[in-house]
């Protein structure tokens, strides 16, 4: 079953509010979890790494102010979409590892697509 | 910088073997990945590799060569169901992933 979980997965807002995307490890503790964006037909781009307790690291070139990311606590990480705009419509993942169980696998979310009309 | 180059498209036939190479230029590496993702869903994951040498596992092996920078993903006894993307990842010397572009396999009746 799976053990990384994202909700929602699919939304459509409208240009100008704000969409939250959750992802939640299910049966263990994410200190480190990852966000990814995907256009259509393209690889994985990666966004941020959310790190439980602390401001995540945000790639070179994304708005840290525009995707907001917190990870309250060890098992839910969320990424904020604000003033969404249609060309942030697009597929988001989340991917957490669990270092105690095999941290050599990397979980991800089910994904999320995001249409902003 | 760091790269990982795999090729864009490939065809297969059900029933067939096929081989999907990954080279990789990164800053320190600590194992490589394969993913599957089917067209709109996340990716799932297929393999990992840190040693030298051959993984099998069912019908996909993964076989990786350090001194190279050179992985491969073999695939037997293609089912129509294995049309889909296949991702090579790197884990660099920060255990941050490099992604390739991906390999889109299409396997034919």
């Known amino acids: 079953g799976a053990v990384v979980s994202q909700h929602p997965s699919r939304v459509i807002c409208k240009s100008g509010t704000s969409v939250k995307i959750e992802c939640r490890s299910l049966?263990?503790?994410?200190?480190?979890m990852f966000w990814y964006r995907q256009f259509p037909k393209q690889s994985l781009m990666l966004m941020a790494t959310?790190?439980?307790?602390?401001?995540?690291?945000?790639e070179q070139g994304v708005e840290k102010d525009k995707f907001l990311i917190n990870h309250a606590s060890l098992t839910l990480s969320t990424l904020t979409v604000t003033s969404a705009h249609p060309e942030d419509s697009s597929f988001y993942i989340c991917s957490a590892r669990d270092f105690a169980r095999d941290g050599n696998t990397i979980y991800f979310g089910e994904g999320s697509w995001l249409t902003v009309v | 910088g760091q790269n990982i180059d795999q090729p864009t498209e490939m065809t297969a036939t059900e029933g067939a073997i096929v081989q999907i190479n990954c080279t990789y230029q990164t800053s320190g590496f600590n194992g490589l990945f394969w993913y599957q993702q089917h067209a709109g869903e996340a990716p799932t994951f297929l393999s990992y590799n840190v040693l030298d040498g051959l993984e099998e596992k069912g019908r996909f092996s993964s076989f990786l060569s350090r001194s190279k920078g050179y992985s491969y993903l073999l695939l037997k006894e293609l089912q129509m169901k294995d049309s889909a993307s296949y991702l090579c990842?790197?884990?660099?010397?920060?255990?941050?992933?490099?992604w390739g572009a991906g390999t889109k396999l299409i396997i034919k009746p």
């Open positions: 990842a790197v884990s660099d010397s920060n255990y941050q992933l490099i």
């Open positions: 049966d263990f503790q994410a200190t480190t």
């Open positions: 959310s790190n439980e307790g602390s401001k995540a690291t945000y």
